[in-house]
Nanobody, 119 residues
């Protein structure tokens, strides 16, 4: 089991910046990857960015060049820097971690944090 606790988010004007953070606890040694998803009203949850324990980062096309994901040295934290924010970035952002065991992927989610981009 993995527990995720998020912080950050809030209201920001277009062009502004925010930072989201997430801390994992529990079976952190089994985590393959951590990342961020978002869900806007009336839309499906979508991947924003992820960063595996081994391998390269992955970004949604819509955020490339504006968002930056990073993991802490202990590998149990993940942060997302959101720059040049647009109104269409407004959504609930969820921290995600997943493990892989006996051929099955297990996803764990944070409680979600609201990001609102508005003037």
């Amino acid at each position: 089991q993995v527990q995720l606790v998020e912080s950050g988010g809030g209201l920001v004007q277009p062009g502004g910046s925010l930072r989201l953070s997430c801390a994992a606890s529990g079976s952190i040694a089994s985590i393959y990857s951590m990342g961020w998803y978002r869900q806007a009203p009336g839309k499906q949850r979508e991947l924003v960015a992820d960063i595996p324990s081994v391998g390269s980062t992955n970004y949604a096309d819509s955020v490339k060049g504006r968002f930056t994901i990073s993991r802490g040295n202990a590998k149990n934290t993940v942060s997302l820097r959101l720059d040049s924010l647009k109104p269409e970035d407004t959504a609930v952002y969820y921290c995600n971690a997943w493990t892989f065991r006996i051929g099955v992927r297990y996803d764990y989610w944070g409680q979600g944090t609201q990001v609102t981009v508005s003037s």
